[in-house]
């Protein structure tokens, strides 16, 4: 099932989308959440710490599980995706750090640190509800459009394209990462439900895409298609073609 919101300003999107996360914990305190870094849910981050200071949510039996970290990173470097969910999320609401979970950008061994993250994944069960922005070029997590996608969490090489997006957060494009782990395309189509993203003109095309073009290697997040129980969020400017 495939149900797409349509908000009407920053503030509703961003409510929305903590809405949809603060009533799954609300039914269920122990929920396993999957969430995003980038621009796109750091107002829904912001809305989820407004309802756990007015005491409507609790994280403390919740579980959370992060898409991707850059390779190279070290947890505390300004632009690592750890610092990134501590900073927006996890320093502000009652979550136990124990339960937080991001893939390592450092290990010495990259290939493990995937395969360690795959595993912890599995002994998690399935995660409840995972939270996904939209890349430009049509990727999900860090799953680059290309000939075959992986299903397990991965090591990637970042597409250019994602590079110089996220290059606005580095000094300039060369001190962006080149490599990440990822949660793979079978990890994300396995959550429960899947809580899909986009705001401005910039992911018109990309959504409309992701949700109704064929099915393809080329744009990740086409299958999202393929699950049962996709919520979409957007406001006004991404939603125009949907
Ligand atoms: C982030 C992630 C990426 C972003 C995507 C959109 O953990 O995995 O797929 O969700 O690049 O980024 P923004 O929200 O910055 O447009």
Redesign the pocket.
């Known amino acids: 099932m495939l149900n797409i919101i349509k908000t009407s300003s920053e503030d509703h999107f961003n409510e929305t989308g903590a809405g949809i996360i603060a009533s799954l914990l609300q039914s269920n305190p122990r929920a396993i959440l999957g969430l ?6 750091v107002g829904v981050y912001g809305k989820l710490i407004e309802l756990y200071r007015k005491g409507s949510v609790s994280f403390k039996q919740a579980t959370t599980y ?3 970290e850059y390779i190279g990173l070290p947890a505390d470097h300004p632009e690592s ?1 750890r610092r990134f969910m501590d900073e927006k999320l996890f320093n502000h609401i009652d979550i136990l750090p124990e339960n937080t979970h991001v893939p390592s950008g450092v290990e010495a061994d990259p290939q493990k640190a995937a395969e360690d993250y795959s595993r912890l994944l599995d002994e998690a069960g399935q995660i409840d509800l995972q939270l ?4 430009h070029n049509g ?4 799953n680059e459009p290309g000939e075959e996608l992986q299903g397990p969490p991965h090591i990637v090489k970042l597409d250019e394209r ?1 590079r110089l ?1 996220n290059a606005r957060f580095f000094n300039s494009i060369e001190e962006v990462p080149t490599h990440a782990i ?1 949660m793979g395309i079978g990890s994300i189509l396995h959550a429960k439900q899947i809580l899909l993203m986009a705001k401005g003109e910039d ?1 018109a095309e990309v959504i409309a895409r992701a949700l109704k073009g064929p099915i393809t290697t080329k744009c990740p997040a086409t299958f999202l298609q393929t699950h049962s129980n996709v919520v979409v969020v957007v406001d006004q400017a991404a939603g125009k073609w949907l």
């Open positions: 995003a870094t980038g621009s796109t849910p992060n898409l991707d995706y996904l922005g939209l890349g990727h999900i997590g860090f994602t997006a990822t992911k």
